[in-house]
Structures are given as structure tokens and as C-alpha cells.
T-cell receptor
């Protein structure tokens, strides 16, 4: 597609439930990133996929968080046993392997706003 | 370690004033990229500029200008003759050639009052 697509745009869930957030990157972008933005805060790196390489999971805050990506397509971020502190906007971005080909470098989706009640 | 610091949490100016948003970065890599993004109240991230570490020329785009100084590890952003529509949160970010991921500063919330 023309941009990075994320779904759902909004999700309200009860504490303790599992949630799945989806990201459709731009076709041809081999790199995909997940970020978390709490209210009034900056963007916190969660995980990074680059092609078939092992993902960089260094930003995942706990083992309740996991993400998968099959090949160079859709990625799913899963949060198990959600807690109120997980409430945030989860942003996905993708990029072309050669940054020079796209001056912007990264294209961000509109995010999924997760509210844990 | 890589880090981006935006020391100004909030700035408030009156329309038509000039305003500078500060950004200081840390990296041991010699090749890196610096970015500025705008996040208006609607929430989307709007790309403003990308600068690589080998290009220290200042850049101007309309009312926006950027001052990159490797000697002080700074990449400051100036808005000339600010307008109400400039009100947003502005993020500075760093990416190293090898790392892939973008490291963001905490953001500066700019409020431009009429």
C-alpha cells in the first residue's frame, strides 16, 4: 500500500486480557519497527525486524511483550496479561534497506491507541 | 550508547516570534543520521528533515532552518516567524548506520499563541 497501515486504530481491553496489534508495512520495506508512546512522552523503541535477520528485541519491556514478522510482510505485536501501564499509542514504522533511496528513511503508521481498563 | 536529549520540555511563544528547539545527541559512531519530526495534536509523525553526519551545511526550508554542529553534538531547529499551526510536539532522533532503529528524544512541546 501507499503507507504503513496499523489496526485496530483504537483498542480498549480489560486488565489481564491479551491483545494483538497489527502492522502492514510499505511493500518492499524490509525493516520494520515497533515503538510505544505513553501519554505526553517520547517514543520508546520496542523491537526491530530487518529481513531474515534475528530481530533486535532489546526494547521489549517484559516477557509479556512479543512480536512476530513473517518474511517482509505483516507484523503482529502481542501483549499478554495486559496491565494499565501498557496503555499507550503503539506506533509501527518501516524503512527501505538503503536509507539513501528514501530521504525520509522511515515511514510511520498512525498508531494503535491501547487503553487497558 | 546512543542518546538524544531535548532539554526543553515546553516552549510557549507568541505568533511571529522566532523559536529555536535544541537537540543534543550522543553516539560513538562516525556515520549517523539525525532527524526532526513534528507530531501535531492529531498524533501522526510528520517527517521534517534527515541529515547525515558528513554534511554539516545548515539547511533552510521556508520558515524552518536547522543548525548541525558536530563540535557540540547539536542539531538545533529554528522556526522563523512562528504561526499557530506550528503548535505541536517536535522530536529529534538519531540513527546510526549500523543500528537501524531510531532513538528519539523526549520531545519539545511548542505552543504558539495568536
Amino acid at each position: 500500500g501507499a503507507g504503513v497501515s496499523q489496526s485496530p486504530s483504537n483498542k480498549v481491553t480489560e486488565k489481564g486480557k491479551d491483545v494483538e496489534l497489527r502492522c502492514d508495512p510499505i511493500s518492499g520495506h524490509t525493516a520494520l519497527y515497533w515503538y510505544r508512546q505513553r501519554l505526553g512522552q517520547g517514543l520508546e523503541f520496542l523491537i526491530y525486524f530487518q529481513g531474515n535477520s534475528a530481530p533486535d528485541k532489546s526494547g521489549l519491556p517484559s516477557d509479556r511483550f512479543s512480536a512476530e514478522r513473517t518474511g517482509e510482510s505483516v507484523s503482529t505485536l502481542t501483549i499478554q496479561r495486559t496491565q494499565q501501564e501498557d496503555s499507550a499509542v503503539y506506533l509501527c514504522a518501516s524503512s527501505h534497506p538503503g536509507q539513501g533511496r528514501d530521504r525520509r528513511g522511515y515511514t510511520f503508521g498512525s498508531g494503535t491507541r491501547l487503553t487497558v481498563v | 550508547a546512543q542518546k538524544v536529549t531535548q532539554a526543553q520540555t515546553e516552549i510557549s511563544v507568541v505568533e511571529k516570534e522566532d523559536v529555536t528547539l535544541d537537540c543534543v545527541y550522543e553516539t560513538r559512531d562516525t556515520t549517523y543520521y539525525l532527524f526532526w519530526y513534528k507530531q501535531p495534536p492529531s498524533g501522526e509523525l510528520v517527517f521534517l528533515i534527515r541529515r547525515n553526519s558528513f554534511d554539516e551545511q545548515n539547511e533552510i526550508s521556508g520558515r524552518y532552518s536547522w543548525n548541525f554542529q558536530k563540535s557540540t553534538s547539536s542539531f538545533n531547529f529554528t522556526i522563523t516567524a512562528s504561526q499557530v499551526v506550528d503548535s505541536a510536539v517536535y522530536f529529534c532522533a538519531l540513527n546510526t548506520f549500523q543500528g537501524g532503529k531510531l532513538i528519539f528524544g523526549q520531545g519539545t512541546e511548542l505552543s504558539v499563541k495568536p
